[in-house]
């Protein structure tokens, strides 16, 4: 694929294709690796499940996922901590129409959540449980990084890892019905 955004540099995951931004100094506390995306295939399967939905995204990062979701979804709201992000990729997002933040807007419902934020056992405890307050009935939650042992661990305590249908992608991607 072409490079979905301006400065975007390609990195070869299996059989797949995802994107760093080139003048990345590295997330807070992870050293200086460029963070990366999600892989091109999960983009597609995301932008399908994000179609006429509210979609909450915790973890911007270079924003290839939030810029591919928004090409179908109702609204996207995109959030991230990390200064970088917040100069950098914020601003590119809001010129497609995303709403982007650093804390979960209050008082609002969504009916996709998708996680791809810290990837340690306890973030992602907390993530989940931040997800479920602004979770609409019927929504469904959408995990990425499966195969990291912090995100496993993680549902596993919540006792969720089973009820996540897998999409069958490298880095792991998942999604959980709610009721
Ligand atoms: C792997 S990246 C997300 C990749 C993104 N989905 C993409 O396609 O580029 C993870 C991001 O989560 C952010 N993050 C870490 N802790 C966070 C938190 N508590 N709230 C929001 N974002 C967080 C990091 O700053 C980083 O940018």
Redesign the pocket.
Known sequence: MSVPFLGAQSVIVGDDE??TCADDPG??DMGSAA????TVRE?AILTDLARGRCVL??????????Q?MITTARSVVS????P??IEY?FPRLFALGIECA?EIPANRLFDLV?L????SLS?VV??VERARKVSARGGVMVF??LSFSGVESGLRQLNLLDAVERFGTPLGLGMLKLA
């Open positions: 995802a994107f997330e807070i963070r990366g995306s999600i983009a995204e915790i973890g911007t990062g270079t924003g290839f996922s939030a591919s959030i991230d901590i990390d970088y992000v990729v650093t998708f791809d934020g810290n990837h973030s907390a993530d990425h990084d």
